[in-house]
């Protein structure tokens, strides 16, 4: 098993930047994807962003290219989302996962994962 818990969430004000943390314990030698989802108030959950954990390859949802940075550290437990010029659209509980999988083109795929984090609020003010 893996256990995954999100921090870093807040409120800030539209155009600044927060930094996301996902801290992974346990068998976290299984992990070979990691991502970041969000859910905001009434919508479904929706991917944001993955990490190959070995090649370091990325995969981003289009609406936060160019904003939206993740990586992972040297160990590769935790995981980072930098949100820069944050939109009151990035509004939402984001979510950490993993996956045993390797980082494809079904990577934004909810059930792609097998281990999820509680979540962490990030509301952006306008």
């Known amino acids: 098993q893996v256990q995954l818990v999100e921090s870093g969430g807040g409120l800030v004000q539209a155009g600044n930047s927060l930094r996301l943390s996902c801290a992974a314990s346990?068998?976290?030698?299984?992990?070979?994807?990691m991502g970041w989802f969000r859910q905001a108030p009434g919508k479904e959950r929706e991917f944001v962003a993955a990490?190959?954990?070995?090649?370091?390859?990325?995969y981003y949802t289009d609406s936060v290219k160019g904003r939206f940075t993740v990586s992972v550290n040297n160990a590769k437990t935790t995981l980072y989302l930098q949100m820069n010029s944050l939109k009151p659209d990035d509004t939402a509980v984001y979510y950490c996962?993993?996956?045993?999988?390797?980082?494809?083109?079904?990577?934004?795929?909810?059930?792609?994962?097998?281990?999820w984090g509680q979540g962490t609020q990030v509301t952006v003010s306008s």
């Open positions: 996962a993993a996956a045993r999988r390797t980082l494809g083109s079904d990577s934004y795929v909810q059930n792609f994962y097998d281990y």
């Open positions: 346990g068998r976290t030698f299984t992990m070979y994807t």
């Open positions: 990490i190959h954990l070995n090649g370091g390859n990325t």
